[in-house]
């Protein structure tokens, strides 16, 4: 099973808004696989920003926001802060929920 | 607050077998409603899911990593583990343990990482 697309990098100054898309297929997020996002900081343990396409845990910002449409998700980060910089990746919960598979990884800096 | 904390040798040879385990504090590894898995980041690469396992021992795991890993959980002790065998270079990576909740189809924590270089 192949990774899904993520860009490699996104940018964006303090207070914009940036957008970090997770293209898959036909067979995972277009199949109505459930999609999550994390955040990853060097060193530090990953964070679960999103899950379920679009619920934020308890404690996460609503600046960050989660979409799906067809085959591709977004997480949608507004009002970008020093703190949000890092690596992002997807995730997808395959079919019978008993194998998973990540997105190529995200960095993003902010400006 | 649920921690996950990896530990095992950072440097295994080629052939061998990699042997990791992680413990868990603040919760338990027999929850309902939660699996247990092993997922690793080889240097600039993406992410790879290699598998996980219940409280009761049952598991699943990555086909393109099957023939090779086995896991164990010890509910006593709190912890699961991982075996790799046959290692190569390409075997070299972040490996990170992680908590999957079943209703929220999603890996709720995580821990650091540990990283495991094969070499000679």
């Known amino acids: 099973q192949s990774a899904l697309t993520q860009p490699a990098s996104v940018s964006g100054s303090p207070g914009q808004s940036i957008t970090i898309s997770c293209t898959g297929t036909s067979s995972d997020i277009g199949n109505y696989d459930i999609v999550s996002w994390y955040q990853r900081h060097p060193d530090k343990a990953p964070k679960l920003m999103i899950y379920e396409d679009n619920q934020r845990p308890s404690g996460v910002s609503d600046r960050f926001s989660g979409s799906k449409s067809g085959n591709t998700a977004s997480l949608t980060i507004s009002g970008l802060q020093a703190e949000d910089e890092g690596d992002y990746y997807c995730c997808s919960s395959e079919g019978r929920r008993n194998s998973y598979v990540f997105g190529s990884v995200t960095k993003l800096t902010v400006l | 607050q649920v921690q996950l904390q990896e530990s095992g040798p950072g440097l295994v040879k080629p052939s061998e077998t990699l042997s990791l385990t992680c413990s868990v504090s603040?919760?338990?590894?027999?929850?309902?409603?939660?699996?247990w898995s092993w997922i690793r980041q080889p240097p600039g690469k993406g992410l790879e899911w290699i598998g996980d396992?219940?409280?009761?021992?049952?598991?699943n795991y990555n086909p393109s990593l099957k023939s090779r890993v086995t896991m164990s959980v010890d509910t006593s002790k709190n912890r699961f583990s991982l075996k790799l065998s046959s290692v190569t270079a390409a075997d070299t990576a972040v490996y990170y343990c992680?908590?999957?909740?079943?209703?929220?189809?999603?890996?709720?924590?995580w821990g650091q990482g540990t990283m495991v270089t094969v070499s000679s």
């Open positions: 992680a908590r999957f909740i079943t209703e929220s189809d999603c890996f709720d924590m």
């Open positions: 603040g919760g338990s590894v027999s929850r309902r409603g939660a699996s």
């Open positions: 396992i219940f409280y009761s021992g049952s598991t």
